[in-house]
């Protein structure tokens, strides 16, 4: 293999650094949107979570024979979600 000129192995090597850092910053860059995602995925599953704890309280209250309204504000399901249950539960 022939000797590259000074100018031709500082052009090598700059272009092996610049493609060194386009990969690390692709990197960096799918590790964070991992990182969000898993953020995002968490906070959905905690919401999805609460909401399912609240109509199992809901359910309990029904069949306690608590009033629809009392039901509503406690556990803050809508008058519609609750009649849901309730008809789960007949």
């Known amino acids: 293999m ?4 000074p ?4 052009l090598a090597e700059a272009r092996e650094k610049a493609l ?6 692709r990197g960096e860059g799918k590790e964070e949107g ?3 995602g898993i953020k ?3 906070e ?4 999805e979570g609460i909401k399912e704890g609240k109509r ?13 309204h009392l039901i509503i504000k ?10 849901e249950l309730k008809s789960e539960l007949n």
Request: negative net charge; without cysteine.
């Open 56 to 68: 199992e309280d809901a359910k309990m209250m029904l069949m306690e024979g608590l009033d629809l």
């Open 40 to 42: 995002k995925g968490m």
């Open 44 to 47: 959905k599953g905690r919401k």
């Open 7 to 10: 100018e031709a192995r500082m």
């Open 34 to 36: 991992i990182e969000e």
């Open 74 to 83: 406690i556990t803050g399901l809508t008058e519609s979600e609750v009649l």
């Open 2 to 5: 022939a000797e590259l000129s």
């Open 20 to 25: 060194k850092d386009i990969n690390s910053i």
